[in-house]
């Protein structure tokens, strides 16, 4: 039935206009390439943590023995390569692109991977953006991945649209923190994501607390949360409160995020694998 899509046609044996070749704008995976699972982590505005959270939940998926990877779709603002320590420059063949692998396995794309330097800015229009992110999905030579994990840009703009409608997402997660201002305009993303029919596994409350090492009090610095009400008002089934960390900081500019705790993940991977 329609309203238990997953929008994931790889593992459904309907035949409906959700499938590629029918009324869907849903874009073929290169023909070498295998994906089953594509997450989409948004947010309504940058600044919250969406490529740290996209990176921890690739890495806690590592860790649980599954093939992960990540597709950086910030095409101006490409961080995943420096968070995962990676500097190669992506490889190819004539009829596709590989993606490079982390130091543990993780497959990742990014614009970051494809530039001569690093630092160069990407300096285009919305339409050219949103086709590279497509390409991500249709030229890249993914291999035999359970879980891929999107990075998405802030906003509800073209890049993010084209997500929507052209990747088979089996879900999204919602990135907040605990600021009104921040809680308001993330609304947005949930509800873009309501009106695109594309399940919301979960919310990911960065900065949520702090917790002193000298006395382990817990500490909301940013406020009181407001994760719990927004998944409670959206029916969202699952949230995790991130604490604030140094050390995490630190693995992020060492490009070894691959190490960092991510157990307070575990609420929002029990919606995933329940997939």
């Known amino acids: 039935m329609a309203e238990d899509c997953t929008h994931n046609c790889s593992s459904c044996g309907a035949n409906c206009s959700s499938r590629a070749g029918g009324d869907s704008l849903i874009k073929p995976l290169h ?37 992960t990877a990540v597709l950086d779709a910030d095409i ?40 001569e330097e690093e630092t160069q800015p990407v300096i285009w229009r ?22 891929m994990f999107v990075d998405m840009p802030p906003g509800t703009g073209d890049v993010p649209l084209t997500i929507f409608q052209s990747l088979p997402l ?19 993303a949930v509800n873009m994501a309501k009106m695109m029919n594309v399940p919301i596994l979960g919310i990911v409350e960065n900065m949520s607390y702090f917790v002193c090492p000298d006395c382990g009090k ?29 050390r995490l900081a630190e693995l992020a500019d060492e490009g070894k995020i691959e190490e960092a705790d991510t157990s307070a993940l575990a609420p929002v991977f029990a919606q995933l694998e329940a997939l």
């Open 31 to 67: 023909e070498l390439a295998s994906v089953r699972k594509v997450i989409a982590v948004v947010s309504g505005k940058g600044g919250v943590g969406k490529s740290m959270t996209t990176a921890l939940l690739a890495a806690e998926a590592n860790k649980r023995g599954y093939t």
């Open 76 to 115: 101006t603002g490409p961080s995943i390569p420096k968070l995962f320590g990676v500097h190669a420059r992506a490889t190819g063949f004539e009829g596709g692109i590989y993606p490079v692998v982390s130091e543990s396995g993780i497959q990742m794309m990014s614009m970051n991977v494809l530039l």
């Open 170 to 188: 089996a879900g999204v997660i919602v990135v907040t923190t605990p600021q009104d201002l921040v809680s308001m305009i993330v609304e947005k």
């Open 126 to 147: 919305g339409a050219l953006i949103a086709g590279t992110v497509t390409q991500f999905w249709t030229d890249v030579v993914w291999n035999d991945v359970d879980y």
């Open 218 to 246: 817990r500490y909301e610095v940013f406020g009181k949360s407001k994760a719990e009400a927004i998944a409670k008002e959206f029916s969202i089934p699952a949230v995790a409160r991130m604490p604030i960390q140094p």
